[in-house]
């Protein structure tokens, strides 16, 4: 399907949901396969509105670059750059470069949900194998090689995306081992348990059996995170859940996730997420 779209030629597509599409929460508003060559092409990711939406970018040609949460990162073929907004970064061509791409741009609760867990596991940047691109490729010309797709078919195809991406950061190959090992499973299961509690580093390493360095060590490793960021991605779903399923204060969701107060998580919620807590509700809210 890279080939087909590669093929179909660059162009663009905007898909003009009927009121009440966002009901789906996981669908597509636009796409298109195009190229930049020495011009300028620059995207802040807190400069493109307060409403939350995704942007999967796969780069076929030369090479593109990004500024994400304090890393920096070049952008070359096969390789898929995730991004949410609002949130601090930016990526952009260098003068003289030529870069070549398609991309996504999705939108909902659900499709929004599922990027995060990508980047909490996997970061901005995934290198999918050669048949998650296809199924990256098969959604996008899906979407702009039909004159007016609807939200079903727009809905559909951004699922197919997400799923590739899905599998690019948590799939593995049929019989191989578990990705994470006994002791550390254990270690994700008493986090998910005790959200609501201090979760300190030599806790979580007396859980799995080891001692403090070889935890960090081996849990980086395994998750792609050390474990002080898996907590904080945890909380930061839970707080989510809570602010988008209850009438909870900030401050209850406080202690139910860990922070010891409103003020605190209301920091590292926006430091996360680009957003304050009680704004990221009303957004949401408005958006179904």
């Known amino acids: 399907m890279l080939q087909a779209l590669l093929d179909h030629g660059h162009d663009i597509c905007r898909i003009a949901l009927p009121r009440g599409a966002g009901a789906l929460q996981c ?38 670059r990004l500024d994400h949460a304090g890393m920096s ?81 727009a809905s559909a195809q951004a699922y197919g995306a997400m799923a590739a991406l899905h ?44 001692s403090r360095a070889h935890f960090v060590r081996r849990f980086t490793a395994h998750l792609g995170v050390p474990p002080s960021g898996y907590v904080l991605a945890r909380r930061l779903e839970r707080i989510e859940r809570l602010l988008l399923a209850t009438e909870m204060t900030v401050t209850e969701i406080a202690a139910a996730t860990g922070f010891a107060d409103g003020n605190y998580l209301a920091k590292a919620f926006r430091r996360q997420r680009g957003l304050a807590p009680l704004a990221f509700r009303a957004t949401r809210a408005g958006s179904n």
């Open 27 to 64: 669908t597509a508003v636009s796409a298109g396969y195009e190229q930049r060559i020495n011009e300028v092409y620059s995207w802040d990711g807190m400069r493109r509105g307060t409403v939350p939406f995704l942007v999967i970018q796969h780069t076929t040609y030369g090479e593109g």
């Open 73 to 153: 990162y070049r952008l070359g073929p096969g390789q898929t750059m995730l991004v949410t907004m609002p949130h601090p970064h930016r990526y952009w061509l260098e003068r003289g470069g030529h870069w070549e791409y398609f991309w996504i741009v999705l939108t909902g609760r659900e499709a929004l949900r599922l990027a995060h867990a990508v980047l909490d596991t996997a970061g901005p940047v995934l290198t999918p194998d050669a048949g998650q691109i296809d199924r990256l490729a098969a959604a996008c010309l899906g979407l702009i090689g039909m004159s007016a797709p609807g939200p079903g078919l």
């Open 167 to 210: 599998d690019a950061a948590f799939g593995r190959p049929e019989g191989a081992a578990p990705a994470v090992p006994p002791a550390l499973a254990r270690v994700l299961t008493h986090v998910a348990d005790h959200l609501a509690r201090p979760l300190p580093v030599d806790r979580l390493a007396a859980v799995a059996g080891m």
